[in-house]
């Protein structure tokens, strides 16, 4: 988790897995893999807030 943290600061990939003791290749799998997991979820929230009255759902679920 730190590399990534450290990639989304601006940190080089080469320099993040180096400092987490981690080659420069899994990191790199897993910045993608954050991606798609962030991009997947951000859509849903999108779905969701495209309701009419989103603010039912989250009754519901609270």
């Known amino acids: ?7 989304l600061e601006g940190t080089s990939r080469k320099a993040a ?4 003791g ?11 893999r954050y991606n798609r997991a962030s991009t ?3 859509r849903r929230w999108n779905r969701l807030l495209s309701r009419k009255r989103p603010w039912r759902f989250l009754e519901k679920v609270a």
Do not use: G, K, P, Y
């Not at 080659?23 to 993608?32: G, P, S």
């Open 40 to 42: 997947s979820s951000n």
């Open 17 to 20: 897995a180096e400092s987490c």
């Open 22 to 32: 981690v080659e420069r290749q899994t990191l790199r799998d897993w910045v993608h």
């Open 1 to 7: 988790m730190l590399a990534i943290a450290l990639v």
